[in-house]
């Protein structure tokens, strides 16, 4: 009896012991395979797994499954990600370069204005490394995963997440666990020859995990999963007659040896979603995002057979949630990293190389033909600093320089910049339209701006502007007309030296700079000269010979010029836009100011384009510089229609109000409306390798001609 009583004992101590363990879960992993587009179809799994209530404990993806899977772990539902590959312009995000309003405002000075741009890698200028930066796609990866970007450790994620990349650098896998989230994505997704590679502490270069891992199950079970659930694009296997180049015929013999390794990653799967029959047999290619609505589509009527077993999944979780004490339920979440902080992952672009040399052509009837060439120096001079240097050679020749570093770790930059142009140019100086000057213009900036968000800046600036015209006739040949022993005085040259301190706010979301289909424009520019000198001199010649110099020089008493800009891009349809257009500005001085200033320091009326310098105001249908005004305002109103995004056709309307006499007995502001001209215009053009090229024919009511405009590439 006694030993009855100890083998009691003993199977009831054993089992209080078993029931003293905590029970673990049995964890399930979630595994995505990349296909480009085709990998949408894993969208219509994760719209089942939560309509279903499948719970999943551990994630992985390759390409465009680590973006569906990355963004699943952080709490999107698949329904919201359905509502993403439907609305998402998937065209903005493959184009070949970033558009102009995904480039921070503080780069946008740069942008379009070359046609090569060839970094400087290992002490030599190379080309581009891929069709596509990527830029915009990590822009949008970014916004999604806001929220969690204060997370480092993947497993800290809602959901433990891994994702995986390709070192092309040694030929081995690349398992991305911690860092940031979005670039991990974008990292996964650099499709070797379509995206930019991204670079690893600048010795690594890695491009999509495809090329090893496509499917990387044993990932998820290295993380502790007891059952895997499986979505497979496969890979596009290119058909046999279409086997005519090298290049497809070295991407065939690669794809060979990674369907070897996916087959075999299948195997472990417990639920397997295989989408790859059914997108061959619609001839949906890894490039169709155009047709994400069919990939969905493909996929849900795969997933549809696989509902039973997902529903029968879930029931087992939900019965065992039920049956097991509450407490006891547990999972093996992997450990938090313990490892040295991956390097800083960069999109291996133009971008952000050390040194970039830039060169451009410039064409328009005004400026006549320049060549553009540019230096752009990336953490030269310092962290987060951009140095660059560039220049138009032409007869109208300008430079510029600039250097812009990050003062510690905040949105806050140090920028000094200089810029000089010796152009020739009619302007209406004393009334006299068809006046030729020589026009030098030198600006020295120095300051602190800040750049809010995406696309704003601001800035305040000490600054330094020196303007000066020389007339390209002579005062003695101007006498040739007229009868001897007249005698004649006139301006041969008048200049002004402005210290200054200035401000600029900016925001801008204009899709781009010369032929904008979305988005808008607010700037405010504000300048406040402390000690303006200005300098004429007067010629008097009699029977052609010079009989008198005469110089004036004056201090002019500080005073305040405003220029005010505000544009707007409404579409009226697929292919129609109304684009408003108001610009204003003025001299906020008194009339012994405006009469030692005389025609310096005004706003540059007329002309079809904007120039570098803030003081020219376009107006279509005037010579650029026709008109000088103290105190301004416009409103150009325009219809573009565009076919593609490409090609535009632009009818406008402009009216503008000004006040342009030399002598006024009050500040010009309260005088604006002392000249009112109209004008109308058509502008045709098109978006090429060049840049934008357009043609331009407008009237303007205060000038018999019709005037004809043509522009190649962007001004400088």
């Not at 100890?6 to 209080?16: E, I, K, M, P, Q």
Request: a positive charge.
């Amino acid at each position: 009896m006694k030993k009855q009583y100890v083998a009691l004992v003993v199977l009831a101590l054993f089992a209080y012991s078993l029931s003293a363990q905590p029970v673990r879960k049995q964890a399930v992993g979630l595994c995505l395979s990349g296909g480009g587009a085709r990998g949408l179809a894993h969208i219509a799994l994760l719209k089942a797994i939560d309509s279903l209530g499948v719970q999943v404990d551990y994630i992985t993806g390759t390409s465009m499954g680590a973006i569906m899977g990355g963004l699943y772990a952080i709490g999107y539902s698949g329904k919201q990600l359905d509502s993403i590959a439907r609305t998402t312009d998937w065209a903005r995000l493959f184009e070949t370069k970033t558009p102009f309003d995904e480039v921070p405002p503080d780069e946008q000075d740069e942008f379009g204005r070359y046609v090569l741009e060839m970094p400087m890698r290992n002490n030599k200028f190379e080309l581009p490394s891929g069709m596509i930066e990527g830029q915009t796609l990590l822009n949008m990866l970014e916004r999604m995963t806001a929220h969690v970007a204060h997370i480092q450790d993947f497993n800290q994620l809602p959901i433990p997440f891994r994702c995986m990349a390709a070192n092309i650098s040694d030929g081995q896998p690349v398992v991305i666990d911690h860092g940031n989230l979005a670039m991990a994505m974008r990292t996964s997704m650099s499709i070797p020859g379509v995206f930019a590679p991204v670079s690893m502490g600048g010795n690594k270069i890695l491009v999509d995990g495809g090329v090893f891992k496509n499917f990387p199950v044993d990932v998820l079970c290295d993380m502790g999963s007891d059952m895997v659930i499986g979505g497979y694009t496969s890979i596009s296997i290119i058909p046999e007659n279409e086997l005519h180049s090298m290049t497809k015929i070295v991407a065939q013999s690669a794809n060979f040896s990674r369907l070897t390794d996916s087959d075999n990653q299948r195997m472990s799967c417990t639920i397997f979603a295989d989408y790859a029959q059914a997108l061959n047999a619609a001839k949906l290619s890894a490039g169709d995002f155009r047709k994400a609505k069919d990939i969905l589509a493909v996929g849900d009527a795969v997933v549809a057979s696989l509902l039973p077993e997902l529903k029968r999944l879930a029931e087992e979780q939900q019965m065992a949630h039920n049956e097991i004490p509450a407490g006891t339920l547990k999972l093996k979440r992997p450990a938090p990293y313990h490892s040295k902080p991956l390097p800083p992952l960069q999109i291996y672009s133009n971008s952000n190389a050390r040194l970039v040399f830039k060169a451009g052509l410039h064409y328009d009837s005004e400026m006549d033909a320049g060549l553009i060439g540019n230096f752009t120096f990336r953490n030269l001079l310092g962290d987060r600093s951009r140095t660059l240097l560039s220049t138009e050679i032409s007869e109208n020749y300008k430079i510029r320089a600039e250097h812009r570093m990050g003062i510690r770790n905040s949105d806050n930059y140090f920028v000094t910049r200089t810029y000089y142009e010796r152009v020739v140019t009619p302007v209406a100086l004393y009334e006299s339209p068809n006046e030729v000057f020589r026009r030098r213009y030198f600006r020295f900036q120095t300051g602190v701006q800040r750049t809010v968000g995406r696309r704003t800046l601001m800035g305040t600036f000490l600054t330094w502007e020196q303007v000066g015209y020389k007339p390209d006739t002579r005062i003695s040949r101007r006498l040739q007309p007229l009868p001897e022993n007249d005698t004649i005085t006139g301006v041969i040259k008048i200049s002004a030296q402005m210290p200054a301190l200035e401000f600029i706010l900016l925001r801008q979301s204009l899709d781009n700079p010369v032929f904008p289909t979305s988005g808008g424009r607010f700037s405010v520019q504000a300048r406040f000269s402390v000690a303006t000198r200005t300098r004429l001199r007067f010629e008097t010649v009699n029977d052609g010979r010079i009989i008198e110099t005469e110089d004036i020089i004056n201090l002019v008493q500080p005073y305040t010029k405003v220029l005010l800009r505000w544009e707007r891009v409404y579409p009226m349809g697929q292919y129609v836009s109304f684009y408003p257009r108001l610009m204003g500005g003025a001299r906020l001085t008194n009339a012994q100011q405006e009469s030692e200033l005389y025609v310096l320091d005004r706003f540059n009326v007329g002309g079809t384009d904007w120039r570098n310098d803030w003081a020219f105001v376009p107006f279509a249908g005037n010579r650029e510089g026709y008109a000088l005004f103290s105190a301004f305002a416009t409103a150009q109103l325009s219809f573009p229609v565009h076919f593609q995004k490409k090609y535009f056709v632009i009818p406008q309307y402009n009216i503008l109000s000004g006040a342009d006499a030399l002598q006024l007995q009050s500040t010009p502001v309260l005088n604006i409306g002392q000249t009112l001209q109209q004008s109308v215009a058509l502008t045709v053009g098109m978006q090429t390798i060049l840049g934008p090229v357009w043609i331009n024919v407008a009237k303007a009511d205060n000038d018999k001609s019709l005037r004809l405009y043509s522009s190649i590439g962007l001004r400088f």
